[in-house]
C-alpha cells in the first residue's frame, strides 16, 4: 500500500508565504501527473494548479502570478509554492498525483490534506 504524503500547511498573516510538499510514502512508486486542489468549508474542491510529469504547469485564475507548482523528480516530490497569500487562501489543500509501480501499473492517488489558514 503507498499514500501520498503532504506537508507544510500551517498559519500565515496576509501577504506572507508557505511552502507544501508532497511525496508518496513508498520511493518505488513514482509520480506522474501531479496536482494540488483546495476546499473551503462548505465548497467543493477546487483545482489549484498541475504539472504533468514533462513539467507543464496550469494555474487557477485566483492563483496566477502568487503560486508556482513545481517537482523533483530526483527526490520524487512535488511542491506548491505559495506567495501573497490572501484570507481567500485559507482552505485544506490536497495533493493528488499518478503514481507509477514499478511493474508500470498507474493509480491515482490523494493525499490526505493540509490545514492553510491565512490570517487577515
Known amino acids: 500500500q503507498v499514500q501520498l504524503v503532504e506537508s507544510g500547511g500551517g498559519l500565515v498573516q496576509a501577504g506572507g508565504s508557505l511552502r507544501l510538499s508532497c511525496a508518496p510514502s513508498?520511493?518505488?512508486?513514482?509520480?506522474?501527473?501531479m496536482g494540488w486542489y483546495r476546499q473551503a468549508p462548505g465548497k467543493q474542491r477546487d483545482l489549484v494548479a498541475s504539472?504533468?510529469?514533462?513539467?507543464?504547469?496550469n494555474y487557477a485564475d485566483s492563483v496566477k502570478g502568487r503560486f508556482t507548482i513545481s517537482r523533483d523528480n530526483a527526490k520524487n516530490t512535488g511542491y506548491l509554492q505559495m506567495d501573497s497569500l490572501k484570507a481567500e487562501d485559507t482552505a485544506v489543500y490536497y495533493c493528488?498525483?499518478?503514481?507509477?509501480?514499478?511493474?508500470?501499473?498507474?493509480?491515482?492517488?490523494w493525499g490526505q490534506g493540509t490545514q492553510v489558514t491565512v490570517s487577515s
Open positions: 504539472i504533468s510529469s514533462s513539467g507543464s504547469a
Open positions: 493528488n498525483a499518478g503514481l507509477r509501480s514499478t511493474i508500470g501499473f498507474v493509480n491515482n492517488y
Open positions: 513508498r520511493s518505488t512508486f513514482r509520480i506522474q501527473d
